[in-house]
């Protein structure tokens, strides 16, 4: 075992996945963008690049990086918080690069770098999450321009002289094919606002199950209801749209495992801790959401007990067991009897875990990443 741990990703779960969506059909033709910021390790960005996946960059390094690994700028959509008017941005332009204005500021600026074409980011005024840190849409949400401002979207877009042929919507985090039913309507009562839309990207938070009692999205069930909705809103306006998803989570999350070292075994007059050599530097999930990971000990044991599982950082918050949505919580998990020295491996560690973590926070060696 490392000194700090080590991620394994499984290179034919991420194939399967990306199998699922580049099988789906849409009625008008479908783009699947991996959303990069989930996972941006080299091996897997080359992966899904030869298998003909275009990409979601988050920031201009992110899409630069993406470049550097070979992957085509106009296979990559920007959609960034933060976007500067300066040589990058404009090389990239130059290069094929779609960007996604997430402000009107974005959209003179956009102009400006002499596009000619544009997509808008727009807040639908509604999102969902299995709490208020997986939810990017609605009044709490900073992402994307609100709906309500529809009007001066268009206006701004006449003034930069630029066309919006992109619709960019994201609502967080579902499973329910109800909830992708009302995202993809809300999203069509956009589009249909903006004549010059040819493509409706639908975004990601394509819920995935890391532990037995949650739920997954069933990709073919909400393809099928996108591919419903997008029909009829042809049928209505004359417009065929092309869709666009953005998955992460979803194409790599249990693509990958964490496995860590018992370190220290611990307890109060309440708890008994299971201390690792990975935590909160490795995977800030259940830090930062009360996010349910599944949790092994591998021995040979056969009797159980019931422990708190929590990494090697020096911060209270450093927890692998939170309760259910609720990382001010902790709940007991029962696993095998463990001893210091076990090796403890954490599931569903393919997406948001080495490229989110704590990596600087009291010099805790970072796990070795490996992939079979």
Known sequence: MQEGGLFVYEKDVLRGAANSLLELEMPFGLTVRYAAKANPHRQIIRLFDGMGLHFDASSVQEALELIREGVDPSKISLSSQILRENRQLGYMIGEGLRPVATSLRQIEMLGRLGCDEIAVRVNPGKGYGHNNRTNVGGSASSFGIWHELLPSIK????????????LHTHIGSGADPAVWREVIQKSLGIAERLPDVETLDIGGGYKVARMPDEDSTDVNEVGSIFAEELQAFADRTGRELRLEMEPGTLLVANAGKLAGR??????????????????????????????????????NSKSYKPYVVVGPCCESGDILTPA???????????????????????????AYAKTMAASSYNHIPPPTEIFR
């Open 324 to 350: 259910p949505r609720d990382s001010e919580g902790i709940r007991e998990r029962v696993l095998k009897k463990a001893h210091i020295g076990d090796i403890v491996v954490i599931g569903g560690a393919g």
């Open 262 to 299: 018992i370190e220290e075994i611990v307890r109060t007059d309440v708890y008994e801790f299971l201390k690792l050599n990975v935590g909160m530097n490795a995977l800030i999930r259940p830090s930062m959401y009360g996010a349910q990971h599944p949790i092994e000990v591998l021995n």
């Open 155 to 166: 206006i701004a877009a006449q003034k930069a002289d630029v066309s919006i042929n992109r």
